[in-house]
């Protein structure tokens, strides 16, 4: 049975805003980068509400996230699951990251975006339950999801949504 693994968290000490996918496809996977498929809307969005243009270098793009003092990872750590589909996760094969020390070590976070459904229902199924009671003031928000498997909405349709974080930055 082949794992995927997810990566550390792009987040500076200071980030405010925690936006949470569920687990690589295998594009990023490959690329070692998050949202490396060439179709994905979130580089797209983050260009157009913070200047991470698709077009900069990954690491230029993940330095302006974390200027933003916006956060990116996944619930996942690792699982089973072939192909790139959420829906082809294997239940019994998760492995949650570590959030009660993620937030431990960044305190400032206040908002956590889900970059689509699996990853909310992942966070309120199996991190939820086990956070620290002062974890509760946190709010949480899910939005549409940037794959390109999400199809029923358009890239302008996404970002119009998307640009909430911009007024929480």
Known sequence: MEICSSFAPIAAENAKILILGSMPGIASLKKQQY???????????????????????????????????IAVWDVLQSCHRPGSLDANIHPQSININDFADFFVTHPNIRKVFFNGKTAENLFKKHVLPVLAPGSAQLEYLCLPSTSPAFASLSLEQKLAVWKIINSQT
């Open 35 to 69: 949202y490396g498929h060439p179709r994905n809307a979130f580089w797209p969005i983050m260009g157009a509400l913070f200047g991470a243009q698709p077009e900069l270098d990954y690491q230029q793009r993940t330095d302006i996230l974390k200027e933003h003092k």
